[in-house]
């Protein structure tokens, strides 16, 4: 009844919105649908509601089943050292609240270092497992540590959580953190922050771990020794996690930490920047931006990010744009990446598809005579693997740009943030942020998993939309990103084959290439600072009918097949967020 409500709510509001909806649900893409209807509801507090009321507690058979295998690890067990600093003023009802839901949980195996900022503090709780203590040295809990934890007054943590985190840590990784959200005095829970796996990109562009997080206490030592403000644990996260591998951090997708607010915070509100930390002093101490000769500056969000250089005369980039016909938005694409483009170091090619138009062939054969272009043709069926697999082998760059004819620059930097991505040793294929006409976020990272395939996170948005916890505007590690732009260099592009000829010709062949990227132990980024506009499909235009639509099902068949993006979640998306929408709601 609720949905059948909102449906008649958005047709009544917006009803042209509404009709395109229905549109494409008629035309089977029912992903695409849904999105676009997403946009026009605000139901996200209802839809967590509804969640908690499903999982905020444990069954009878879950609890007793957890008390059974604490009991029977009740010798042995990793020891958690959790540190909370206390600010002076601090009232005792906050840390009274904190220290209640630790002395409820199902395992016993820690202690509660309290550090108070002041001389004034006094507080008596009948638990040795809580100390009070002043500065580091009065600590030699830690030295018992498997791992360190840090905690803020008032903060309370689900009965099942340090019994999750003991259970996660059986392997020794090197990190463990969990999913949160928001607790009010009257323990009210609201605005959930359900996070990706370990994206250490996204942490230099935000604090995104917060609590509870455990980290390793042999590395914490070796960073320094630990102290209890979040300042020292963020610097211990950038510092340590650039070193981690994705098998050395377990992330667990549940709510176990309530991050104590006296007012909620909504997510399109929250900045996850640093916590109160001063982000700039982090990223300039801390992470490979210590060591490199980075700009720092303001986003449009109010971000801190640091941009690394390129020099002019950087590696030689090779730009290449299918085309066939299409003479207006092939040469609105190569002209704007002409004029407005800062990086000088490319060349375009222009791989001629059968162009059959004499307007379209006068233009080739003008625009060939510029220095920076060239034109190569490719004749037969529309294969847009084969066409830059072939202009690949022409190309004279050691870094490759895949472009869409229907793109248009926007940022004239774009290719100087792109290649400084795609430059480090460990980075596969970087796509930038790619908007519609209407300036609505067409692409900002894709995830697999995604209506049973792979979607674009944060599709529709505005974008002066912050999105989810402002990841559409936030660099960070995606399994996939768009072939409409990207830049990679030629050398991984060639070690993993570069696209698929035969099973992907038209569709998916930018998130198979990604995915045998990340396969082979490199990241993709989505860069949010290179920003385009992309008129998508103005080219090849739909697949929704005839044999664009059947071939279209084939190659989705095939990405399932190798892929499982029908029963695999996406490491960076959550597996409690749905997958039937592309605007990271539950």
């Given at each position: 009844?609720r949905?059948?409500y909102l449906?008649?709510?958005?047709?009544l509001l917006h009803?042209?919105?509404?009709?395109?909806?229905?549109f494409?649900?008629?035309?089977?893409?029912r992903?695409?649908a849904?999105n676009?209807?997403s946009?026009?509801?605000?139901d996200e507090?209802y839809?967590?509601e509804?969640?908690?009321?499903k999982?905020?507690?444990l069954?009878?058979?879950?609890r007793?089943?957890?008390?059974?295998?604490?009991k029977a690890?009740?010798?042995?067990g990793?020891?958690f050292?959790?540190?909370?600093?206390?600010?002076?003023?601090t009232?005792d009802?906050?840390?009274?609240r904190?220290?209640?839901?630790?002395?409820?949980?199902?395992?016993e195996?820690?202690?509660?270092?309290l550090?108070?900022?002041?001389e004034d503090f006094?507080?008596q709780?009948a638990d040795?497992?809580v100390q009070i203590?002043c500065?580091?040295q009065?600590m030699p809990e830690?030295?018992?540590?498997?791992y360190i934890?840090?905690?803020?007054?008032?903060?309370?943590l689900?009965?099942?959580?340090?019994y999750?985190f003991a259970?996660?840590?059986?392997?020794?990784?090197?990190?463990?953190y969990?999913?949160?959200?928001?607790?009010?005095?009257?323990?009210?829970?609201?605005?959930?922050?359900?996070?990706p796996?370990?994206n250490?990109?996204?942490?230099?562009?935000?604090?995104?771990?917060g609590?509870?997080s455990?980290?390793r206490?042999?590395?914490?030592?070796k960073?320094?020794e630990p102290t209890?403000s979040w300042k020292?644990?963020y610097?211990?996260l950038?510092?340590l996690?650039?070193?981690?591998s994705?098998d050395?951090?377990?992330?667990?997708?549940?709510?176990?930490?309530?991050?104590?607010?006296?007012?909620f915070?909504g997510?399109n509100?929250?900045?996850l920047?640093?916590h109160g930390?001063?982000h700039?002093?982090?990223l300039r101490?801390?992470?490979?931006?210590?060591r490199q000769?980075?700009d720092f500056?303001v986003?449009?969000?109010g971000?801190?990010?640091?941009?690394?250089r390129?020099?002019?005369?950087g590696?030689?980039v090779?730009l290449?744009?299918?085309?066939r016909d299409m003479?207006?938005?092939t040469?609105n694409?190569?002209s704007?990446?002409l004029?407005?483009t800062e990086y000088?170091?490319f060349?375009i090619l222009?791989?001629n598809?059968?162009?059959?138009k004499p307007a379209?062939?006068?233009?080739?054969?003008?625009?060939?005579s510029?220095k920076?272009?060239?034109v190569?043709?490719y004749p037969?069926a529309?294969?847009y693997?084969?066409?830059?697999?072939?202009?690949?082998?022409q190309a004279r760059g050691?870094?490759?740009?895949?472009?869409?004819?229907d793109?248009?620059?926007?940022t004239?930097?774009?290719?100087?943030?792109?290649?400084?991505?795609a430059m480090?040793a460990?980075?596969g294929?970087v796509?930038?942020?790619?908007?519609?006409?209407?300036q609505?976020?067409?692409?900002?990272?894709?995830?697999?998993?995604?209506?049973?395939?792979?979607?674009?996170?944060?599709r529709?948005?505005?974008?002066n939309?912050?999105g989810y916890?402002?990841?559409?505007?936030l660099s960070?590690?995606?399994?996939a990103v768009?072939?409409?732009?990207?830049i990679v260099?030629?050398d991984k592009?060639?070690e993993?084959?570069?696209l698929?000829?035969?099973a992907?010709?038209?569709?998916f062949n930018?998130?198979d290439f990604?995915?045998?990227?990340?396969?082979?132990g490199?990241?993709n980024?989505?860069h949010?600072?290179?920003?385009?506009?992309h008129?998508?499909s103005?080219?090849?235009g739909?697949?929704?009918?005839g044999?664009k639509?059947?071939r279209y099902?084939?190659?989705?068949?095939?990405?399932k097949?190798?892929w499982g993006?029908d029963?695999?979640?996406d490491?960076?998306?959550n597996?409690?967020l749905?997958?039937?929408?592309?605007?990271f709601v539950l």
């Amino acid at each position: 009844m609720r949905l059948l409500y909102l449906w008649i709510r958005a047709a009544l509001l917006h009803p042209v919105r509404s009709l395109v909806a229905f549109f494409w649900l008629v035309c089977g893409k029912r992903l695409r649908a849904r999105n676009r209807f997403s946009v026009l509801i605000e139901d996200e507090r209802y839809r967590y509601e509804k969640w908690l009321q499903k999982n905020a507690r444990l069954s009878e058979a879950e609890r007793k089943k957890i008390i059974e295998a604490v009991k029977a690890d009740k010798a042995e067990g990793v020891r958690f050292v959790l540190l909370c600093e206390v600010p002076h003023g601090t009232g005792d009802i906050f840390l009274r609240r904190t220290i209640k839901s630790l002395r409820e949980q199902f395992y016993e195996h820690w202690t509660l270092c309290l550090l108070p900022v002041g001389e004034d503090f006094t507080l008596q709780v009948a638990d040795k497992r809580v100390q009070i203590v002043c500065g580091v040295q009065a600590m030699p809990e830690l030295n018992d540590a498997d791992y360190i934890c840090w905690l803020k007054p008032g903060d309370e943590l689900s009965e099942q959580a340090l019994y999750m985190f003991a259970r996660a840590v059986e392997d020794s990784p090197a990190l463990v953190y969990c999913d949160e959200d928001q607790l009010n005095i009257r323990h009210v829970r609201r605005h959930s922050h359900f996070k990706p796996g370990w994206n250490y990109e996204l942490l230099l562009a935000c604090d995104y771990i917060g609590g509870l997080s455990a980290l390793r206490a042999d590395l914490a030592r070796k960073h320094g020794e630990p102290t209890a403000s979040w300042k020292a644990r963020y610097g211990a996260l950038l510092s340590l996690g650039e070193g981690f591998s994705r098998d050395d951090v377990r992330h667990i997708p549940a709510v176990l930490y309530h991050r104590y607010v006296r007012k909620f915070i909504g997510p399109n509100a929250v900045r996850l920047a640093s916590h109160g930390v001063n982000h700039e002093e982090m990223l300039r101490r801390h992470g490979p931006l210590a060591r490199q000769d980075a700009d720092f500056s303001v986003d449009a969000f109010g971000h801190i990010r640091g941009r690394r250089r390129v020099a002019n005369d950087g590696p030689f980039v090779s730009l290449i744009i299918p085309t066939r016909d299409m003479r207006r938005l092939t040469k609105n694409c190569v002209s704007s990446i002409l004029r407005k483009t800062e990086y000088r170091n490319f060349e375009i090619l222009i791989v001629n598809n059968d162009s059959r138009k004499p307007a379209m062939l006068q233009y080739l054969s003008n625009i060939a005579s510029h220095k920076k272009v060239r034109v190569l043709d490719y004749p037969g069926a529309f294969n847009y693997s084969a066409i830059n697999n072939f202009a690949v082998s022409q190309a004279r760059g050691d870094f490759i740009g895949l472009i869409n004819n229907d793109t248009e620059v926007i940022t004239p930097g774009w290719l100087d943030e792109l290649l400084a991505q795609a430059m480090r040793a460990h980075i596969g294929a970087v796509g930038a942020k790619l908007l519609y006409g209407d300036q609505r976020i067409q692409h900002a990272g894709v995830y697999t998993g995604m209506g049973g395939l792979a979607g674009h996170g944060h599709r529709m948005l505005k974008a002066n939309k912050p999105g989810y916890f402002f990841r559409a505007h936030l660099s960070q590690y995606v399994s996939a990103v768009t072939a409409a732009c990207l830049i990679v260099a030629k050398d991984k592009f060639l070690e993993v084959g570069g696209l698929d000829e035969e099973a992907f010709k038209v569709a998916f062949n930018d998130v198979d290439f990604c995915l045998k990227l990340q396969a082979a132990g490199y990241d993709n980024i989505y860069h949010p600072h290179a920003v385009l506009f992309h008129y998508e499909s103005k080219s090849r235009g739909k697949d929704i009918k005839g044999e664009k639509r059947a071939r279209y099902l084939r190659e989705a068949t095939a990405l399932k097949a190798k892929w499982g993006t029908d029963v695999e979640v996406d490491r960076y998306f959550n597996i409690n967020l749905s997958t039937a929408r592309e605007d990271f709601v539950l």
